[in-house]
């Protein structure tokens, strides 16, 4: 069993599990975190195949980390994207759900706004 | 099984627990801290695969900067937490569950049937690396073989920034993001700031610059800077710009648009869109790296402070 | 002569590891949030050092020493600083449990 194999095994159970928190935890926040875990999975197996067609002088081959690296930036700014969302929501609406059935308390806004 | 080997397997293991922990523990807080130790461990593993460039963003933007949003985030809905609603049905569970484990299932015998011998790009981005005059084959792939993604990813980076701002509410149209921070000037975090901050401007720059050859480039050097920004602003040592200002949204666009300039100039002037005359491609890509860097550290900032909160009245430290 | 740098090298990272161990069981173990401060910095900054110490005799140039030994203070900065701050949290929060 080589780096190949057990790293491979590896991300493809934190997507699972990944996936699994996306679909089954209730909180918003908790989805984003899990929907973060599924796509550090997808960049460690862009790794594994990036490691595979390694050749002598470089470890690794470069156009899969390259894309990883983007993606990692790309994830990060719909991370943020999502929570700027969430706190907005939160902000109006009282706890942030969405169970659409949930009832509403409306809160007096802080901004005035 | 060698050392190796087994030391891999146990940080493979170790990952997953981390990974179950951060899914199944009750508090929102303590999954977010679960998450920033699974992005730390995930660095280690790129280093295993030989990924150093990878590592290094991933420890900077997955365990550092994503964390900080996280916890913000965790902390500003804790008083939310008591009225979460109820766990979701076992049917709904278990189902979820089946899926994860087929896809897991189908993944994982993927990872075990790859073809042999492994298609690589390597051998392709060494033979062209004279074209650019860089050693490091990442940065010539994102800089020239493949310029296009990194292109429209700052583009993306724009559009995720006018997304956070445009959920500011009317009274703050324009003003500063996040929170004010008031910290004690004379206090442990300001001087942290005040000595850490010269150093890790330095760190960043060197960590860009020398990405032209090593480990390293504009995303790390990017998140790198920010995260310093981020430091003075949460020391209370400076503040974050009204988003109406014009020199900000210049240097906000300024990664893609010089981008997309050098691009069109190879369309008129060279072979196709974004191609670099061989003479000049070292000088062109440093260019747009610079601007790069610049957009990429502030756009990161700006994300993490999130949608302008307060209206843009002058700053008294 | 390289066997000696080894040597030295394999000491004084084990050491390393054992206050990272030690400190790692004081975080698991200890009752309150000040105790659990305690074990981590105080192990952590040890651990870091003598893992530094002994990676220096690998270091090709004094470059990378130089490097190595800036890792380890800064992380003694953030380490003590970041600590302070925790502990001061907890006093005011009056979660010392």
Known sequence: MGTVTVFGLCAAAVVGLGLYGVIANPQPLRKIIAFNLLGSGVFLLFGVIGRRGAVAGIGSDPVPQALVITGVVVAFSATALAIALLLRLFDTAGPATLDSDAPTRPRPDRFGG | ?317 | MSLVRDMISIAAVSAGAFFFLAGTVGLLRFPDTLTRLHALTKADNLGLGLVVLGLLPQADSLRDALKLVSIWLLGLLAGATVSQLIARAARQGGSIR
């Open chain 2, 1 to 317: 099984m060698s050392i190796a080997t087994a030391f891999e397997i146990m940080l493979a293991a170790v990952l997953l627990g981390l990974g179950i922990w951060t899914i199944v523990v009750r508090e929102t807080f303590s999954a977010t801290v679960g998450f920033v130790a699974y992005g730390l461990l995930v660095a280690l593993i790129w280093v295993r695969l030989d990924a150093a460039d990878v590592a290094l963003t991933e420890a900077a933007i997955g365990g550092g900067l994503s964390g900080v949003l996280l916890l913000g985030a965790a902390a500003r809905l804790r008083d939310a937490e008591p009225m979460a609603e109820a766990a979701p049905g076992k049917l709904l569970r278990a189902t979820a569950a089946a899926l994860s484990v087929l896809t897991t299932a189908t993944l994982a015998g993927t990872v075990l049937l790859l073809p042999d011998p492994a298609p690589s790009l390597a051998p392709a981005s060494v033979a062209n690396a004279w074209a650019t005059g860089l050693s490091n084959p990442v940065t010539n792939v994102l800089m020239a073989f493949r310029a296009m993604d990194t292109m429209l990813e700052k583009v993306v980076l724009v559009l995720a920034i006018v997304g956070v701002w445009s959920l500011a509410p009317d009274s703050a149209w324009g003003g500063r993001p996040g929170p004010r921070h008031r910290a004690d000037p004379y206090g442990v975090l300001a001087f942290l700031a005040r000595l850490l901050s010269p150093v890790g401007i330095v760190v960043g720059i060197y960590v860009f610059w020398t990405g032209a050859n090593h480990p390293g480039g504009a995303f790390q050097g990017g998140a790198i800077l920010a995260s310093m920004w981020l430091l003075a602003t949460m020391a209370g040592l400076a503040d974050a710009p009204p988003v109406s200002s014009r020199p900000l949204r210049l240097i906000l666009v300024a990664g893609s648009g010089l981008f997309l300039i050098v691009g069109l100039a190879g369309l008129l002037f060279g072979a196709a869109f974004l191609s670099y005359a061989p003479a000049l491609a070292k000088p062109l890509i440093l260019g747009i790296e610079v601007a790069m860097v610049l957009t990429i550290a502030t756009t990161l900032g700006l994300l993490l402070s999130g949608a302008p909160e307060r209206s843009a009245e002058p700053w008294a430290p």
